[in-house]
């Protein structure tokens, strides 16, 4: 039952997710919230949460509302805090400015929070709505969400083939297997993860830069090789734009090592290099979202210890043939089809003359 609600609360909830995601990409391990502050019909304050450390969104648009937040109805993707972290809780704020109304997109999966702030605000005596556009809240915060309720944090597998199933040719060339559109899209996504993860295989052949472009933040680049058999010179190897980190294991390499370092590239030793071990150690980091953008045998060995939850798949209408072509799964030691992983929630869009199918791996 939604008996309090108005019709008014859902276009300020979108202008709240329109609000957050000015801090795309840049708020792990804290979600993005966007708050905004109506007194008599009139938006009289917003904010958003720029960065873990700053203040909630909450803060900043009750601070440009200032007295006009007396009586006012407040609107947040998230349920307001109700505990003291890197900054203090917002619920108390709330409470302290004197408003008559708060609508919520959703409640806090942080167990410190978890449906704590809306009972602060009841007990005072506001008026508490939760739920409104509601799926595009919990949308908008998926990773948060997932990393907060599993301890890892989401991830993303990406690759793009052609129809017939090829990442590259059997010499191994791929660029580019899909076209500028879905290529810009890629770019984009990065822009929305915290880390993209590749393997040696895939700096060696491809070199990639694995930014996003300009198109937003880059997230965190991370390389995954056991003997660090890795080129000298790699795009990845400047830094200055944005940090990479290579994981191999313990021992590897002391020359390329040094090397690596020598470049202002972290070097990470790791006693079994797994997919699941590079996650475990990225959650301590913060990530939020870490795609996957690596080849086949890393995508398998990623699926089958549980490092990937969702798939996005490029597929280019082009043929290249070849039965040594590398594909973008490898191999996982199924045998039957009974045994496929099949793909739940499945969605499919035209991205330019590419289609792109998303999933979620079933468990
Ligand atoms: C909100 N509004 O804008 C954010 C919220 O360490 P702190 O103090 O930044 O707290 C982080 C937690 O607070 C985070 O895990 C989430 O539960 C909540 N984030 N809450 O009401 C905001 N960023
Ligand atoms: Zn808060």
């Not at 899909?178 to 770019?187: E, F, G, I, K, N």
């Not at 996982?332 to 089809?337: C, P």
Request: hydrophobic fraction near 45%.
């Amino acid at each position: 039952m939604a008996l309090n609600r108005d019709e008014g609360d859902c276009p300020m909830m979108r202008r709240c997710l329109e609000l957050a995601q000015r801090a795309r990409g840049q708020t792990a391990p804290n979600p993005m919230v966007g708050a905004v502050v109506v007194k008599d019909g009139q938006i009289v304050g917003e904010g958003f949460h720029p960065q873990a450390g700053q203040p909630h969104a909450e803060v900043f648009a009750l601070r440009e509302a200032g007295d006009r937040a007396a009586g006012a109805t407040v609107y947040v993707n998230l349920e307001p805090c109700s505990h003291f972290g890197r900054t203090p809780p917002c619920a108390d704020a709330l409470i302290a400015a004197g408003v008559a109304r708060v609508v919520v997109g959703m409640v806090d999966p942080n167990p410190q929070v978890a449906g704590r702030g809306l009972e602060k605000l009841r007990a005072a005596g506001i008026a508490v709505t939760v739920g409104v556009e509601e799926a595009a809240c919990q949308a908008l915060n998926e990773p948060f969400v997932y990393r907060m309720t599993h301890q890892k944090p989401l991830g993303i597998l990406k690759y793009a083939m052609t129809l017939d199933g090829k990442i590259a040719t059997t010499t191994g060339h791929s660029a580019w297997v899909t076209s500028p559109a879905s290529r810009q899209l890629v770019h984009d996504l990065r822009a929305g993860c915290d880390a993209v993860v590749v393997g040696g295989n895939t700096v060696r052949r491809d070199n990639p830069l694995l930014t996003s472009h300009g198109q937003g933040h880059n997230p965190l680049r991370v390389v995954m090789s056991r003997h660090l058999d890795l080129p000298a010179d790699a795009k990845l190897w400047q830094t200055d734009e944005t940090p990479t980190v290579v994981f191999t294991e313990t021992g590897a390499n002391p020359d390329v090592q040094q090397h690596l370092q020598k470049l202002g590239v972290e070097v990470v030793e790791q006693a079994e290099l797994t997919p699941a071990a590079v996650m475990a150690n990225l959650y301590t980091r913060g990530a939020m979202a870490v795609l996957w953008e690596c080849g086949g045998t890393l995508a398998a060995r990623a699926i089958a210890d549980g490092s990937i939850q969702k798939v996005l798949a490029f597929i280019a209408p082009k043929i290249i043939g070849g039965a040594a072509a590398p594909s973008p799964v490898g191999d996982l030691g199924l045998t039957l089809m009974t045994e496929a992983i099949a793909l739940e929630r499945v969605q499919w869009r035209a991205i330019g003359p590419d289609l792109l199918i998303e999933g979620y791996l079933q468990r």
